[in-house]
T-cell receptor, first 110, second 113 residues
């Protein structure tokens, strides 16, 4: 299974702190994506990192990918209350199959 | 929210009812998806459509019946559901060969009594 497994399942931090979430997967991938979901809403795509990339940045987001360890991390710097959401990693075969993990529930306390 | 709309947003139905969920994408994409999201479980892919043709059915029970009349519209027809089918049903779309970034609708919260 290519299912991503996020760690931790829940994370609570103070506003201004950094939040780090990890994702592990089992088989080879074409790319790995991170999504955010606010409570009861649809998922929003945050960032995609290809299997030949090691690090990618987008605003306050930094994603790393280690294909030898089959793991990825998402770092949110200088967190804000509005970052409170669930974050999912999703592995892709490069065509259409995108497999999601259970997610990390992040709470940022003002 | 990102060019994918779903109706209704909330639905309560009895086990003998027949209802349909609707999804519409305004992004010019050529692939559409249905997912089921239950508490404490990974997002489950149910159906995939490419250019209106179903390309994947992930062993979904026949009480769920998808329909894709064109590349902008996707329906999920529901019939004789079970209480365990209560979940958030998410529709998504993407452009084939784009790296699979998927754009999601807000979902339909379904409760089966």
């Amino acid at each position: 299974s290519q299912q991503g497994e996020e760690d931790p399942q829940a994370l609570s931090i103070q506003e201004g702190e950094n939040a780090t979430m990890n994702c592990s997967y089992k088989t080879s991938i074409n790319n790995l994506q991170w999504y955010r979901q606010n409570s009861g809403r649809g998922l929003v795509h945050l960032i995609l990192i290809r299997s030949n990339e090691r690090e990618k940045h987008s605003g306050r987001l930094r994603v790393t990918l280690d294909t030898s360890k089959k793991s990825s991390s998402l770092l949110i710097t200088a967190s804000r209350a509005a970052d409170t959401a669930s974050y999912f990693c999703a592995t892709s075969d490069g065509y259409q199959k995108v497999t999601f993990g259970i997610g990390t529930k992040l709470q940022v306390i003002p | 929210e990102t060019g994918v709309t779903q109706t209704p947003r909330h639905l309560v139905m009895g086990m003998t009812n027949k209802k349909s969920l609707k999804c519409e994408q305004h992004l010019g994409h050529n692939a559409m998806y249905w997912y089921k999201q239950s508490a404490k479980k990974p997002l489950e892919l149910m159906f995939v459509y490419n250019f209106k043709e179903q390309t994947e059915n992930n062993s979904v029970p026949s009480r769920f019946s998808p329909e894709c009349p064109n590349s902008s519209h996707l329906f999920l027809h529901l019939h004789t559901l079970q209480p365990e089918d209560s979940a958030l049903y998410l529709c998504a779309s993407s452009q084939l060969a784009s790296g699979n970034e998927q754009f999601f609708g807000p979902g339909t919260r379904l409760t089966v009594l």
